[in-house]
């Protein structure tokens, strides 16, 4: 089956830990996105990325750090200067561009204890 | 003024009935439209995507745009148990090669047997 996966589906963290979601897709999409996802609020993007090495940042970048080494990977890293880091990730990809339909994987919660 | 704004809900209706969801936006360069749905501690899965003006059926699902108006509605006909979940609409634009897809915060509908 072709998809987006995301790991793990839970996620504790202490304060002034980095923690790293990964997401893998096997679609063939050139494009990968991080979202962020909180109560009331819109999915806000963290990081895109359109192709393999290459990737840009979003409206809420601050905090977190990315890489895409391989085509079908895009691990997203929390760090320690992410102030609020409590939400759900949502990774997803795309055939090329933004405005191409995105496919979502199933999201990680993130808790900071 | 967020640029897309999304009543959040919940709009609670009896099984069988026509629901409708809308959003509203201010960017008058937005040109593609997307409905997602969201289920609980899921990731968004796409339900319609439309580029133009006028209306765009699936099944007992409509898609609704007036860009004169800067309006998108979804309309669920014969409306089931199965189709409470959150639904968002998300809305982008291609211009200056710089791609933009905004995401409303979302309506929670809950469809009751």
């Known amino acids: 089956d072709g998809g987006i996966t995301q790991s793990p589906k839970y996620l504790f963290r202490k304060e002034g830990q980095n923690v790293t979601l990964s997401c893998e897709q096997n679609l063939n999409h050139d494009a990968m996105y991080w979202y962020r996802q909180d109560p009331g609020q819109g999915l806000r993007l963290i990081y895109y990325s359109q192709i393999v090495n290459d990737f840009q940042k979003g409206d809420i970048a601050e905090g977190y750090s990315v890489s895409r080494e391989k085509k079908e990977s895009f691990p997203l890293t929390v760090t320690s200067a992410q102030k609020n880091p409590t939400a759900f990730y949502l990774c997803?990809?795309?055939?090329?561009?933004?405005?191409?339909?995105?496919?979502f994987g199933p999201g990680t919660r993130l808790t900071v204890l | 003024q967020k640029e897309v704004e999304q009543d959040p809900g919940p709009l609670s209706v009896p099984e069988g009935a026509i629901v409708s969801l809308n959003c509203t936006y201010s960017?008058?360069?937005?040109?593609?439209f997307m409905w997602y749905r969201q289920y609980s501690r899921k990731g968004p899965e796409l339900l319609m995507y439309?580029?133009?003006?006028g209306n765009k059926e699936d099944g007992r699902f409509t898609a609704q745009v007036d860009k004169s108006s800067k309006y998108i509605s979804l309309f669920i006909r014969d409306s089931q148990p199965s189709d409470s979940a959150t639904y968002l609409c998300?809305?982008?634009?291609?211009?200056?090669?710089?791609?933009?897809?905004?995401f409303g915060t979302g309506t929670r509908l809950q469809v009751f047997p």
């Open positions: 998300a809305m982008g634009s291609a211009l200056y090669n710089t791609d933009k897809l905004i």
């Open positions: 439309t580029y133009s003006s």
């Open positions: 960017n008058s360069a937005f040109q593609y």
């Open positions: 997803a990809s795309s055939t090329r561009t933004m405005t191409d339909t995105q496919y």
